[in-house]
């Protein structure tokens, strides 16, 4: 019995294709790469309902490297989907060849992306994985080029699929046929794909080329403000924003708070000056119950210890203008 690792994010297409290959024999495990912009849980439910293994590897800090600068760009916001696939399959590659699997797979689909799932695109891909002779991809297989998988009797060309184009409608068919009845929607799972997250994520990359995994994360909390070219303010909108910044590493932030009136928790992130500072303070109190007051007390917590300063509520104009 043939062996096969396969990409399974949780969706319809990557289902389906684990299953086809389950169909005929093969034995199938799935693997789920955990990053900032997509996580595993979607692949943890899908691998429970079809009956497969999943390893689940965290891969943030190797895929925020190759992000900031890939390779064959980007798609229409900050999503680097053949670069990210590549990847993906080259890093899967090493687990292939340390427990012996015979080959990869993966639910890409000929045509369903314009930009990413072209022939060429699917080409470049396996090319720039390091294994473009050990990827296959079963919901596409009879229209792409025989592979030496096929070749060699481990897998049943005439049991793989021929689907191509943007039409979900095949993969709803083959999943009623099938028995798969739960999976999510078509789209999204990627936050790279969402402009809003983008517009931060680029902000964020242009000023703070540097910027690691923690700062990534902090873009998912509240409201962010450009405070200079060196820093920025994230400041909570609910509880759960502020028990986040609460929770952020104190040897890498600033927490502002104004102990005085209820309002919302800041972070201040990059290197910020003591003008940003301030400006940063200025920001939290309009957001907060002090914002008609005609200062407020901040306390800046920084890694050397605590400091206050009282502020003039900025306008809230002029605060929304920074936002990114």
């Known amino acids: 019995?043939?062996?096969?690792?396969?990409?399974?994010?949780?969706?319809?297409?990557?289902?389906?294709?684990?299953?086809?290959?389950?169909?005929?024999?093969?034995?199938?495990?799935?693997?789920?790469?955990?990053?900032?912009?997509?996580?595993?849980?979607?692949?943890?439910?899908?691998?429970?309902?079809?009956?497969?293994?999943?390893?689940?590897?965290?891969?943030?800090?190797?895929?925020?490297?190759?992000?900031?600068?890939?390779?064959?760009?980007?798609?229409?916001?900050?999503?680097?989907?053949?670069?990210?696939?590549?990847?993906?399959?080259?890093?899967?590659?090493?687990?292939?060849?340390?427990?012996?699997?015979?080959?990869?797979?993966?639910?890409?689909v000929l045509g369903q992306r314009p930009m990413s799932q072209?022939?060429?695109?699917?080409?470049?891909?396996?090319?720039y994985s390091g294994h473009p002779d050990r990827i296959i991809r079963p919901l596409s297989a009879k229209l792409l080029p025989v592979t030496p998988m096929e070749e060699q009797g481990l897998i049943d060309r005439e049991q793989l699929l021929d689907i191509q184009g943007r039409s979900r409608k095949p993969q709803e068919a083959l999943a009623k046929e099938w028995g798969l009845t739960e999976f999510p929607s078509s789209g999204g799972g990627c936050l790279l794909t969402e402009i809003h997250f983008s517009d931060r994520l680029r902000d964020l990359v242009k000023h703070q080329p540097d910027c690691n995994v923690e700062d990534v994360e902090l873009l998912k909390i509240g409201r962010q403000f450009r405070l200079s070219?060196?820093?920025?303010?994230?400041?909570?909108?609910?509880?759960?924003?502020?028990?986040?910044?609460?929770?952020?590493?104190?040897?890498?932030?600033?927490?502002l708070r104004a102990p005085g009136v209820s309002g919302p928790l800041g972070l201040v992130s990059g290197t910020p000056s003591e003008e940003d500072l301030q400006t940063a303070g200025a920001i939290l109190a309009t957001y907060g119950k002090g914002k008609d007051q005609a200062e407020v007390e901040v306390v800046a917590e920084m890694p050397g210890g605590e400091k206050r300063f009282s502020i003039a509520p900025m306008s809230r104009e002029t605060a929304t203008g920074m936002i990114v």
Do not use: W
């Not at 943030?60 to 900031?68: G, T």
């Not at 072209?118 to 090319?127: D, H, I, M, P």
């Not at 920025?232 to 028990?243: A, E």
């Open 229 to 255: 070219g060196q820093s920025k303010l994230t400041l909570g909108r609910h509880q759960k924003d502020n028990d986040a910044i609460r929770a952020a590493d104190k040897s890498d932030y600033i927490i």
């Open 1 to 108: 019995m043939s062996k096969a690792l396969g990409l399974l994010s949780g969706g319809l297409d990557s289902s389906l294709a684990a299953l086809c290959l389950k169909r005929q024999g093969v034995e199938v495990t799935g693997i789920s790469f955990v990053t900032p912009f997509f996580g595993s849980s979607k692949a943890e439910l899908a691998a429970k309902q079809i009956g497969i293994p999943l390893i689940v590897e965290n891969i943030s800090e190797v895929h925020l490297a190759m992000l900031k600068n890939p390779h064959y760009g980007y798609g229409k916001n900050m999503n680097p989907c053949i670069d990210c696939h590549a990847m993906m399959f080259r890093l899967a590659g090493e687990i292939m060849a340390e427990q012996n699997f015979d080959f990869l797979f993966s639910g890409e």
């Open 118 to 127: 072209n022939s060429s695109a699917l080409r470049s891909v396996a090319n």
